[in-house]
């Protein structure tokens, strides 16, 4: 008899989905919401996994601007999409792929694509029904495997942009049994003059959730407080939903803490109970202890760490808070991040810089900002500050020893400055012939050799590592030999490619083309961020000593 093909899912459990949606204002922390709740239920021993949907015309977050939109997050496969993945892959700890972010722009792409091929036989093409199964089969393949997929739809119900998407969801909820499905819904509850919690944004949000078709089973009120009973009651009079249906997310210190709280008023039992999995739970003892060690555990130490980029925006650079938080959680010391607009360091204004204990200079495109990083990476080398520099980071502590260690002045890179005599990096062979910029970096995974003996090597504790990357320039081959001189050494390379640097004689000063934010995780902190942070750590312990002289005497 033939068998079936073992696709990992177990049919007895049944593939259950939960559609989180959000109301009345975007920027209410839906995807927090959403990625604890996949915390609980992973917390209880399934295996959860997420999807984001996002209903803008981008076919990925690749192109979008970090101010607009914050970071754009990498996956392993070399997917640029939204930050809440990045989110999703910290708080399931899972490696998610492009496939897991739908977009507007995707499900237009391959149904236009279709159309073209002449796949659908003289057919009028719809929105209803091809451009909504296209979405329903994506979720489907998605979840594929997996015993529950939690499923973020981006922006507000009441948005023309969602509309496909919201109604793809209520055509997916009829296809499956009713116990297979759950509707979450995130609004606000904000609070009048005379201190009522208002529950009147909700009732509308919900009303127009109705609209369309959709009651929601659930309601997360996001609020700066806990709901009082009395708002839980009200609302959940007018939205027909019962009491014990209704949650709050009130405001928590760390984001880490939100599946705690929603766990405090049940949020996990009410959801295994009307998904009908509560049975296969582990008991309520053995789920979030090893959570709640992590999240809660004591930091007795604090540093402060300067962060030199362009956008002062944190969601810009949401991932690197992120690592810097785990490394914090390693080494159990609070990492206080001192934003610094890299522009105020031009013309030697390292001011800021000297109240810092270490210097995070992060990735970034385009000349702006860039003078200021290699200001602050001369500063973070010459007064022996650890230093960590990511992607444009890496590129630019190049461009700072080649200027001012070789006394190459006019060293740049091609990205910059197309005509500097010396384009110590330039532009990778393969992106010369190039004319589309969506997708075409070097992006993903990529493995790199480490250099036994050197500093890289005890910080990855291996002879190799595997991280994201996304560039377009690099180290330019041709300088290799030169630039590897008076203390830089090139530790990791991939081939031609020039991954890690360091430098000798200084207390940690590391600089990656990759980004090693992207594969950090609350219990599993990156390598380079965990030496940073213990270098840091080593640095503030020592009493004052010639380094804080030599900053108190920099020119300014
Ligand atoms: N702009 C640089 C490049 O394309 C660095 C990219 C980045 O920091 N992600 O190579």
Redesign the pocket.
Same mark, same amino acid.
């Given at each position: 008899m033939p068998t079936e093909p073992d696709t990992g899912y177990d049919p007895t459990l049944g593939r259950k989905f939960v559609f989180v949606t959000g109301g009345v204002m975007s920027g209410l922390g839906k995807g927090i919401t959403a990625a604890s709740t996949g915390r609980l239920l992973a917390n209880a021993g399934f295996d959860v996994t997420a999807v984001k949907v996002d209903p803008y015309l981008n076919v990925d977050a690749g192109t979008m601007n970090p101010y607009e939109h914050g970071e754009v997050y990498v996956l392993k496969d070399g997917g640029e999409v939204d930050l809440d993945l990045g989110n999703y892959e910290r708080f399931l700890g899972i490696d998610m792929t492009s496939d897991h972010n739908v977009t507007t722009g995707k499900t237009y792409q391959s149904v236009i694509e279709a159309e073209r091929a002449g796949d659908y036989l003289g057919k009028t093409v719809q929105i209803i029904p091809h451009v909504t199964d296209d979405i329903k089969r994506r979720i489907r393949e998605a979840a594929e495997g997996t015993d529950v997929c939690i499923v973020e739809i981006g922006g507000t119900v009441g948005d023309i942009e969602s509309m496909p998407f919201l109604e793809a969801l209520r055509q997916f909820a009829s296809e499956e049994d009713p116990e297979d499905i759950l509707f979450t819904h995130v609004t606000l509850v904000p609070y009048s003059k005379n201190g009522e919690q208002k529950t009147k944004p909700t009732q509308h949000s919900v009303k127009e959730l109705r609209s369309i078709g959709l009651q929601p089973d659930i309601l997360v009120g996001r609020c700066a407080d806990k709901l009082d009973a009395a708002t839980k009651t009200k609302i959940a009079r007018f939205c027909d939903v019962p009491t014990e249906a209704v949650f709050s997310n009130p405001d928590v210190p760390d984001i880490y803490h939100v599946p705690l709280m929603v766990e405090e008023e049940g949020l996990d039992e009410y959801v295994m109970d009307r998904l009908e999995i509560a049975d296969e739970a582990l008991p309520a003892a053995d789920r979030s202890q090893r959570w709640r060690e992590l999240v809660t555990r004591d930091r007795t130490k604090s540093v402060d760490v300067a962060l030199v980029g362009k956008y002062a925006l944190e969601d810009a650079y949401m991932s690197i808070h992120e690592a810097l938080k785990h490394a914090g959680i390693e080494c159990r010391s609070e990492v206080n991040v001192l934003w610094v607009d890299s522009d105020e360091m031009r013309d030697h204004h390292t001011e800021r810089l000297q109240e810092a204990d270490g210097v995070v200079v992060?990735?970034?495109?385009?000349s702006r900002g860039t003078e200021g990083k290699i200001e602050a990476i001369r500063y973070a080398r010459e007064n022996d500050i650890p230093f960590l520099g990511?992607?444009?980071?890496f590129?630019m502590a190049v461009i700072e020893h080649a200027r001012n260690v070789l006394g190459w002045t006019d060293a740049h890179?091609a990205?910059i400055d197309a005509d500097t005599p010396y384009p110590v990096?330039d532009l990778l062979p393969e992106q010369h012939e190039l004319d589309d910029m969506g997708g075409t970096?070097r992006l993903g995974a990529h493995e790199t050799t480490i250099e036994p003996g050197t500093l890289a090597a005890s910080v990855y504790d291996a002879d190799h590592c595997v991280e994201r990357h @996304? $560039? @377009?320039?690099?180290v330019n081959p041709q300088y290799i030999d030169e630039l590897a001189a008076d203390g830089l050494t090139f530790s990791g390379t991939a081939g031609r490619r020039m991954e890690i640097l360091e430098r000798d004689g200084h207390p940690f000063f590391f600089g990656t083309q990759f $980004?090693p934010e992207f594969r950090s995780r609350p219990d599993r902190a990156s390598p380079p961020f965990v030496g940073f942070i213990e270098a840091v750590l080593e640095q503030a312990e020592q009493p004052a000593t010639a380094a804080d002289d030599a900053s108190t005497g920099i020119q300014l």
């Open positions: 992060p990735g970034g495109f385009g990511l992607c444009l980071g590129q890179s990205e990096i970096m @996304r $560039h @377009r320039y690099e $980004h």
